[in-house]
């Protein structure tokens, strides 16, 4: 059974930072690339990130540049995400999620529960 626990979430203040982890279990998770989305409180679900299979690739939404950093270690099965300058903006529940490749399409088949970040002073 797949499972994908993330952790890490909390208060912060604006301009602090945080550092989100996603256990996975369940399934070869160096064989997967894997994501970081969001959803803010009355919205949808917005894109964070992505690191490929072996860490060679990783990419970020725009607004995330240069504050967040995604990585992995296929030793632990561990997805992380460390999270600087937090806005308040930035405020949601964050889902990571198993990435699958379809063609020259991507898709999320397993997601955790997810973890609520709130930047508020």
């Known amino acids: 059974e797949v499972q994908l626990v993330e952790s890490g979430g909390g208060l912060v203040q604006p301009g602090g930072s945080l550092r989100l982890s996603c256990a996975a279990s369940g399934f070869t998770f160096d064989d997967y690339a894997m994501s970081w989305v969001r959803q803010a409180p009355g919205k949808g679900l917005e894109w964070v990130s992505f690191?490929?299979?072996?860490?060679?690739?990783?990419y970020y939404a725009e607004s995330m540049k240069g504050r967040f950093t995604v990585s992995r270690d296929n030793a632990k099965n561990t997805l992380s995400l460390q999270m600087n300058s937090l806005k308040s903006e930035d405020t949601a529940v964050y889902y990571c999620?198993?990435?699958?490749?379809?063609?020259?399409?991507?898709?999320?088949?397993?997601w955790g529960q997810g973890t609520q970040v709130t930047v508020s002073s």
């Open positions: 690191i490929s299979w072996d860490k060679g690739s990783t």
């Open positions: 999620a198993k990435t699958v490749r379809l063609g020259n399409s991507w898709y999320y088949d397993y």
